[in-house]
């Protein structure tokens, strides 16, 4: 549980680095300019062996209590998934805590005075999306959070309200954030002259997973490793990597040979970029175990954001989208779309034709052609499910902020970026950082025009 543990309670550790702070993520439009989606904290009940405390409100926020038993919980959620955080006085740990809930409170509040909702389909692809990124099926992904102690209902309650979130910052930060030519000229500038070094290097690896099940006693995890190690020698050998990935891996990726796309190094898991860090373009690492597995790592490309050699991984890409509006709900968009991948696979009808009578964006008149696009272009969503196809493959239904979307990969190549993408790829890094920098702006303010009454202090 600890890569879910990881994932899911992102936001809340970047909390206490800065309790102002936000959660993250959106975008305005389908070109991707912002952080990606985080998932919520895995918990919300008491975890296994922590004693409730008496039970009162610690604090009032525009009128909706925080009770002093959430707050021991996502203490003890803190102490328990990230031991550093021992190290912190118990009084400054509650009350950064404390301070979180109450930020969290005024921003859901104020999503629900703007009419922000979230439907269960999206809630849906969310659960899926964290499941995936831990290399479980739901079902396993599920029996997991219950063993921690949460229900079901609360773990799909948080991740709506991560959504809620996410949509919210869109409308009132990140559709807000523009960068100037001149913001662009001079980020170009520092670049070229080796004032690079704080940005994220671009990475393009594929990954060979052995899935270990939970449950899986020393002698079967000797075995796996062995068979992975094994797998690892014949890449380095020479056998194709590509090959190896589609015979022998247990990822849902392997359908495309394991690559992961061209991204940048911070949307990568801490551990492959860790295990890739001195190896050259080409190399193989491995096996590294983390709690899905053994992975074989092969490093495809490695790139300085912005830098005016670097060659990046382009996906040709086209899709339909259907919008959200009050005829029609996302189920509906979800089960048509799914019916128009249905009638292209058997040949029955025509991805492009589709796309024009029925994408409602731009693309429909160019057969929902989307053009070449360079990493990091498009909202997380969109580019999460967008990497895990082949050239040919078409998705499933994916629901974004802007409707539901059917995909399908053309066509994807090595390139060095045009002078125009350079500058493009520059604004994308140059707004993800304003957006970081408003973020904590918004929510300060967000929790100065709430009202908040502080009544007796927690106690554990």
């Known amino acids: 549980m600890k890569h879910i543990r990881s994932i899911l309670t992102l936001a809340c550790l970047a909390t206490l680095a800065a309790s102002a702070g936000a959660q993250g993520l959106g975008i305005t439009d389908i070109m991707r300019n912002g952080p990606r989606i985080v998932p919520p904290p895995t918990t919300s009940g008491p975890p296994p062996n922590v004693q409730r405390s008496a039970e009162y409100i610690v604090a009032l926020v525009n009128s909706e209590p925080v009770t002093n038993t959430e707050v021991q919980i996502r203490v003890a959620r803190v102490l328990r998934e990230n031991p550093e955080a ?37 809630v849906d692809q969310a659960e899926q999306t964290v499941a995936r990124q831990n290399q479980i099926t739901v079902t396993e992904l599920r029996r997991r959070v219950a063993a921690e102690g949460m229900s079901q209902d609360q773990f799909r309650r948080e991740l709506r309200e991560q959504l809620i979130l996410t949509r919210l910052r869109n409308n009132e930060v990140e559709s807000k954030v523009k960068i100037s030519d001149v913001e662009v000229d001079q980020f170009i500038r520092e670049q070229r002259a080796g004032g690079n070094a704080s940005v994220a290097p671009n990475l393009n690896i594929a990954q060979l997973l052995v899935i270990v099940p939970e449950n899986a006693g020393d002698a079967d995890v000797a075995k796996l490793q062995q068979r992975a190690l094994g797998l690892a020698q014949r890449a380095r050998a020479g056998e194709d990597f590509g090959k190896l990935v589609k015979e022998n891996s247990d990822a849902q990726d392997r359908a495309g040979g394991g690559a992961m796309g061209m991204r940048s190094a911070d949307r990568y898991p801490p551990l492959f970029v860790e295990a890739t860090q001195s190896t050259p373009v080409g190399g193989i690492v491995g096996p590294v175990r983390s709690p899905a597995g053994f992975h074989v790592l092969k490093v495809l490309a490695k790139s300085q954001a912005g830098i005016g050699d670097a060659v990046v991984t382009q996906t040709q890409v086209r899709h339909i989208l259907l919008r959200n509006d009050s005829k029609r709900t996302t189920a509906q968009s979800v089960a048509q779309l799914n019916d128009f991948k249905d009638r292209i696979q058997r040949g029955s009808a025509d991805f492009a034709s589709l796309a024009r009578d029925n994408s409602e964006d731009g693309s429909a008149k160019s057969g929902g052609d989307l053009g070449w696009s ?43 970026l045009t002078q125009v993408e350079q500058r493009e790829a520059a604004r994308a890094v140059l707004r993800e950082k304003k957006i970081e920098q408003n973020t904590d702006t918004w929510a300060q303010e967000v929790r100065a025009r709430a009202y908040v009454e502080y009544r007796e202090p927690p106690q554990s």
């Open 86 to 122: 021992e190290r912190m006085p118990r009084a400054e740990l509650v009350r950064l805590v404390l301070e979180r809930m109450i930020n969290e409170r005024a921003m859901l509040q104020l999503a629900k005075e703007s009419g922000i909702k979230i439907d269960d389909v999206a």
């Open 374 to 416: 360079r990493p990091g272009q498009f909202v997380p969503e969109f580019e999460e499910a967008m990497n895990r196809l082949s050239p040919g493959q078409i998705s499933d239904p994916v629901v974004s902020r802007f409707g539901v979307h059917l995909i399908q990969v053309t066509d994807r190549r090595e390139t060095k």
